[in-house]
């Protein structure tokens, strides 16, 4: 039996699984509760912007795949907020700057995530409002205990904080001390908050009524008031190694409500693997299983030189892709980007050895534009504060824990995404993927206890390309969950953080699941790999041509093998690539078996089913 680190667990009644063993927990007990997994998804949700402020927060972005019991196919609520109506090029070129800052207000993009949850409630859940915000609520007021990562990422952020964001000091330095792991932290400004929220909303006349009202009251009322005064007043320091305010007004939150859409999606065999549209980096996954149905993947052994050299090969040419071709535009051409003639054509592409080149295709004979290509190192870096890339490529700090995404010296958090999946006795399942607004990307908006997001950063200030800043554009994300059909059925939901990495570290889940019949745990604790030839999503946006991350538990055979390929060889810790959360349910006779693994990595993430 192969080892895992936990078992995979499976029932008959639901599942959560999430970053987080408390938000789990919590989306258990809305199931234990009579309603679905949509009112499971959003109670974990909520809680895991509590729990993992450095990873995700109120004022982040999540897409959500939704998939209710018996749909012929899935729909996306997309909780990317788009950019200000101030946006513009040439504002940000007027300011002298021709890349995004990752840090401060002028990054921000209008947050989506709470539009998008109280969405999904709204409109497939049965819960309460009070419901799905009273355990964030209690977190919140009555204090969480805090895991290592963030009292650690706390410390190095200290300088910073005391030095230029006052407004987070106070909250995240009370009475200028740290907090220490393992005691409980609070939020008492997010706890008054939400409960504001839910005084103002509890004189709507249903329970849809009051779902509105608490999206008025954020969107339309003193929250969004406070944001626009917020980045019209305060000169925020950021990674530029200067100060700049914010460009989000309150029109502009008033403007937003989150688009409902349909996914793309790609046939693998008896499956059909359903994305986020390429506004999100979400193709990816589908180009690259477009890629190898041409080959001998299935075949092969995933802690091969030869699986992993495949891999990475067909990473490269779709990251390609995406850097050229994606972004919130009606000018992708995505139908060709996903067709089976242009995977025959990019497949040709890959050789024995490791390319060192960035190369985009040409579907439907266009030609293709890549923005600028910075080798790392290219941009010097500030005293304080950084970029929020999930994986690092400098080397972890001293006792860093395993799985956990690594701080520089400097004090850059490189850590900005949580997971949660969920399935219930129905057959409904939903994945979603909710970042943005951590604590280390802005200060604290003093009286919301919350920072904003800096997603802009995902944009280019380089004309011609999808993916160029416009304004009320949304910025081409790293965000992507995933749903998987099985003979027509919905089967699976699933997703993983990590930037950049998200759709490399899925599909080598996926493709240990389908072909090598290993269960969701197998999949998930199994060693993996990514490779950073590509344009970094985050700022500094750099590329790091050749780069292949492998966990030390690939034999060193595999690593000189792949070496003398050409590829350059970083071994990371042996539990750091990933950290997936998966549900799935299948027909067993009459009743439906549900499947549940979550990621070990970092000794955070947990499913709960029964």
Sequence with gaps: MTFTTRPELRGTFGAVSSTHWLASTVGMSILEKGHTAFDAAVATGFVLQIVEPHLNGPAGEVPIIVTPAGADTPIVICGQGPSPSKATVAYFKGLGLDIIPGTGLLAACIPGAFGAWLTLLRDYGTAELEDVLAPAIYYARTGHPLVPRIARTIGEMRELFETHWP??????????????SGKLFRNPQIAALYQQILDHAKSGKNREARIDAALDFWYRGPVAE??????????VWDV?????KGLITAQDMADYKPLVEKPVSVTYGDYEVFKCGPWSQGPVLLQMLQILKGTDIADLDPMSADFVHLVVETAKLAMADRDSWYGDSSDV?????LSSGYADIRRALITDTASMEVLPGTPDGRNPNLPPLRKVGTIAQPGLGGGE?????????????QGEPALTREGAQRGDTVQVSAVDRWGNMVSATPSGGWFQSSPVIPGLGFSLTTRAQMFWLEEGLNSTLAPS???????????????????MAFGTPGGDQ???WQLVMLLRHLHKGMNLQEAIDAPSFHTDHLASSFWPREISYGAVTLESRFPEAVREDLAARGHKITVGDAWSE??????AREMDGDVQLIKAGANPRGAQGYAVAR
């Excluded at 995933?482 to 027509?488: A, C, F, H, L, P």
């Design 167 to 180: 407004s987070s000091a106070e909250l995240y330095l009370p009475g200028g001390v740290a907090p220490q």
């Design 226 to 235: 406070r944001i626009e005064q917020f980045c019209a007043t305060e000169e």
């Design 240 to 244: 530029s190694g200067r100060r700049h």
């Design 333 to 337: 051409p995505i139908k060709a980007l």
């Design 389 to 401: 890339p999930t994986v690092a490529r400098e080397a972890k700090l001293p006792n860093d824990r």
């Design 473 to 491: 554009k949304r910025p081409r994300t790293t965000l992507t969950p995933s749903t998987v059909y099985r003979d027509g059925q919905p089967y």
């Design 502 to 504: 998200q759709d490399q």
């Design 578 to 583: 990933g950290r997936l959360s998966a549900v």
